[in-house]
């Protein structure tokens, strides 16, 4: 079975368009991470995330949200796409708590978004 | 700000021989991790050092630690084909007032020639 995994693999959207990524972990991890790795195979993370606390790196801009419906889940929504999120988004989890850093992460295949 | 830099950035060595990469990083950290990424996938966990611990092996791999000289080194004997992936290095602070998670380098992009 998956451990981590996300949907879509592959999202080509328009300009200005909305999308969501989902992400799902069946670890029963507490804590769940958005990545974003650019063209250069840089990896920088987005969000920590459990039900309790968020922490957002303070470079993401408000346009990127993260939404969990349960522990399980954590999807990324994105407004009003812009040229630059073109990337690849890979979600994780943890038994950590929030951003703590402490334990392995396992990471989820990745969903490369293109915005055209 | 990041963290973690891996040197060399590329990495080419025949099959069988040894692979070195190492990683400095620049603050106080809880925990220094290694990562494999084969092309077009996910992460993998390698294996994780504590701050307190200077040398770790699992399998063919052995990671050192120096938290003096900021810096990690990954060594992978017997290189195999299979190896052939990008390796990261990523760090684990804790900042007292909230934790800041893992933080990745840039990565040393390993092929193994057959």
């Known amino acids: 079975d998956t451990a981590v995994s996300q949907t879509p693999k592959y999202l080509v959207t328009q300009m200005g368009n909305d999308k969501s990524i989902k992400c799902e972990q069946n670890l029963g991890h507490d804590t769940m991470y958005w990545y974003k790795q650019d063209s250069k195979k840089f990896l920088k993370i987005m969000f920590s995330y459990n039900n309790k606390e968020l922490i957002i790196n303070e470079t993401v801009p408000n346009r990127f949200s993260p939404k969990s419906p349960d522990k399980a889940h954590l999807n990324l929504h994105i407004n009003s796409l812009e040229l630059g999120d073109s990337a690849v988004y890979f979600c994780a989890s943890s038994q950590d708590r929030v951003g703590g850093g402490y334990n392995e992460q396992f990471f989820g295949p990745g969903t490369r978004l293109t915005v055209l | 700000s990041q963290q973690g830099e891996e040197d060399p950035q590329a990495l080419s060595i025949q099959e069988g021989e040894n692979a070195t990469m190492n990683c400095s990083y620049k603050?106080?950290?809880?925990?220094l991790q290694w990562y494999r990424q084969n092309s077009g996938r996910g992460l993998v966990h390698l294996i994780l050092?504590?701050?307190?611990?200077r040398e770790k092996h699992s399998g063919r791999l052995r990671v050192t630690l120096d938290t003096s000289k900021k810096s990690s080194s990954l060594l992978i004997t017997a290189s195999r084909a299979a190896d052939t992936a990008s390796y990261f290095c990523a760090t684990a602070m804790y900042s007292g007032g909230g934790a800041d998670g893992l933080t990745f380098g840039k990565g040393t992009h390993l092929i193994i020639q057959p």
């Open positions: 050092i504590r701050s307190n611990e």
């Open positions: 603050t106080s950290i809880n925990n």
